[in-house]
C-alpha cells in the first residue's frame, strides 16, 4: 500500500490549507486513515482520525473546531481541512492508513496502529 499526501505549503496566520492522502497500490481494505504531525525538534502527534465504517472522526484537543477530517471513499483519498491556522501549526504532516482484519478503536492516537505511512507534507503558518 502507497499513500501519497500532498497540499502542504506556506499560509499566514488565520489562513487556510487543504491536505489529501490517497491510498493506493493491490488489495487492502481501509479501515481507518488518520493525519499526524511533527514539528521542528518534536515528536510526532495525533492530529485526526476517520474510521472508514461509519465515518466517525476524532480529533486532538489543539486543533477541534479548527480541523476537518474527510474522506472520498471511491478514491481512498482522506483529506485535512485546515482553517484558522496559527504557527504553533507548522509541521511536517503524515498520514497513515490501518488496513488490518478490524477497526482499532483504542489506541488510533499512537503510531503502532498504523500499518502504512505517507512521505510527509509540510505546512509552514507564518506570524
Known amino acids: 500500500v502507497q499513500l501519497q499526501a500532498s497540499g502542504g505549503g506556506l499560509v499566514q496566520t488565520g489562513g487556510s490549507l487543504t491536505l489529501s492522502c490517497a491510498a493506493s497500490?493491490?488489495?487492502?481494505?481501509?479501515?481507518?486513515m488518520t493525519w499526524f504531525r511533527q514539528a521542528p525538534g518534536k515528536a510526532r502527534e495525533f492530529v485526526a482520525t476517520l474510521k472508514w465504517s461509519g465515518g466517525i472522526t476524532s480529533y486532538a484537543d489543539s486543533v477541534k473546531g479548527r480541523f476537518t477530517i474527510s474522506r472520498d471513499r471511491a478514491k481512498n483519498t482522506v483529506y485535512l481541512q485546515m482553517n484558522s491556522l496559527k504557527p504553533e501549526d507548522t509541521a511536517v504532516y503524515f498520514c497513515?492508513?490501518?488496513?488490518?482484519?478490524?477497526?482499532?478503536?483504542?489506541?488510533?492516537?499512537?503510531?503502532?496502529?498504523?500499518?502504512?505511512w505517507g512521505q510527509g507534507t509540510l505546512v509552514t503558518v507564518s506570524s
Open positions: 497513515a492508513i490501518d488496513v488490518g482484519a478490524r477497526a482499532i478503536d483504542t489506541y488510533y492516537a499512537q503510531e503502532r496502529a498504523y500499518d502504512y
Open positions: 497500490g493491490g488489495t487492502f481494505r481501509t479501515q481507518r
